[in-house]
């Protein structure tokens, strides 16, 4: 029997030059392909899709995926950036052929390629699901022009999921007329399992985008602050902060505590993460991190800011929240975390229940049955209507 066909417009999708890229959503999109015939849009800063242009035709996935240049003026006017986006779809032609054809599309960032997929909803008739990730809403809210596409988009949908209960609390803050619903991140239980090398004594891993609001520059500091030399630090991913991070790391004289991997692949990830003690995450905001989920698979625990939907997936018996991400207060939470006795399968047993598998029949659900019958199935019996 034949799968139903869904079109997925998403900017978080591996590029053929960086196949590492986007990983966790990468991950949600393999497993809904048990349920839909998938084609995706992605589309690429302009600039980069001209650089890698042959790259791009020799890509085996095509037409399935279809990867094409976002016309815009990088780091100004973000206000005006669903236009350009909206721009491109037309002038590039084949996604918006893509896009009239499609009866189901799933738009996988909120800010700009949901509100892309909002303004065209009307002229098409296609049912619109708008998944939000974190940053997409958070920081994009506080933005009183982007705020109000948000809030026209949210309204069009047919529903809109959020990775956490905190971000569904603020897509309804946005719009009071979304149907906005919870469905949580699934990880790999197995590649990240608890089949690991023994830790090394007071090594910390932090995973992520190298960017400010990751906390990043405070986690350094407060490794300075814990002045411990046995202490090691890897530190995974790229970003605009890479050279910075290595400079300030100098400057505080920890450089040869810390290692820099850059960018890896997810085994490579689940490798380097068995063979720590302590995942750290300081971020300013957060929906909820898969890197959090990853390391509680493994057993690992978590100190992290208590933003988002972190409390949501990290308990007393799993992690340590911090109030804020002061260096004084990063450097608290790594020592209470060193003192007590952790229990690795219990913290294991703490996130079973988030699968891919789990997550992608949630979203099958909802495209399928609709927002309320989807609700009605995760209610629990014993509840008084």
Not at 76 to 86: G, P, Q, T
Not at 324 to 346: C, F, H, M, R, V
Request: aromatic fraction near 12%; charge should be positive.
């Amino acid at each position: 029997m034949a799968k139903p066909a869904l079109l997925l417009f998403t900017s978080l999708y591996p590029y053929p030059w960086q196949p590492s890229r986007a990983t966790f959503n990468f991950q949600q999109y393999q497993s809904l392909r048990d349920y839909y015939d998938i084609n995706y849009l992605v589309p690429v800063p302009w600039w980069s899709w001209f650089i890698h242009l042959f790259s791009i035709i020799r890509q085996k996935n095509y037409p399935n995926v279809i990867y094409f240049p976002m016309f815009y003026i990088p780091g100004m006017l973000r206000n005006s950036n669903s236009y350009f986006l909206l721009f491109s779809v037309l002038i590039c032609i084949l996604p918006f052929i893509k896009l009239i054809k499609a009866k189901r599309v799933l738009a996988s960032w909120a800010y700009p390629d949901a509100i892309v997929c909002a303004w065209l909803k009307p002229l098409v008739k296609y049912r619109l699901f708008i998944q939000c990730l974190g940053s997409d809403v958070n920081i994009h809210q506080h933005y009183p022009k982007r705020r109000a596409l948000l809030s026209a988009a949210f309204k069009r949908a047919d529903a809109v999921i959020s990775v956490s209960k905190d971000l569904t609390q603020k897509v309804l803050q946005v719009s009071s007329l979304a149907k906005a619903i919870t469905i949580y991140n699934g990880v790999n239980l197995d590649r990240f399992n608890l089949q690991r090398h023994k830790p090394k004594a007071k090594s910390i891993i932090f995973i992520g985008n190298l960017i400010r609001t990751k906390g990043i520059y405070e986690l350094l500091e407060a490794i300075k602050l814990l002045n411990d030399p046995e202490i090691k630090l890897d530190i995974v991913g790229g970003g605009p902060e890479a050279n910075a991070l290595k400079n300030k790391a100098t400057k505080l004289g920890i450089a040869h505590q810390l290692n820099f991997y850059g960018r890896l692949n997810h085994n490579a990830v689940a490798e380097l993460m068995q063979k720590n003690q302590l995942l750290v995450l300081p971020s300013y905001s957060e929906g909820v991190p898969n890197v959090i989920m990853e390391a509680l698979a493994c057993g690992i625990p978590v100190v992290a800011t208590a933003v988002g939907g972190i409390p949501e997936v990290v308990t007393k018996h799993s992690g340590v929240l911090l109030e804020d991400y002061n260096p004084a207060t990063i450097a608290a939470g790594i020592l209470n975390a060193w003192k007590l006795n952790w229990q690795p399968s219990e913290i294991r047993k703490s996130i079973a229940q988030f699968t891919w598998q789990a997550n992608s029949l949630q979203v099958f659900n909802v495209i399928e049955c609709g927002v309320n019958q989807f609700i009605s199935k995760q209610r629990p019996s014993n509840l008084n209507d």
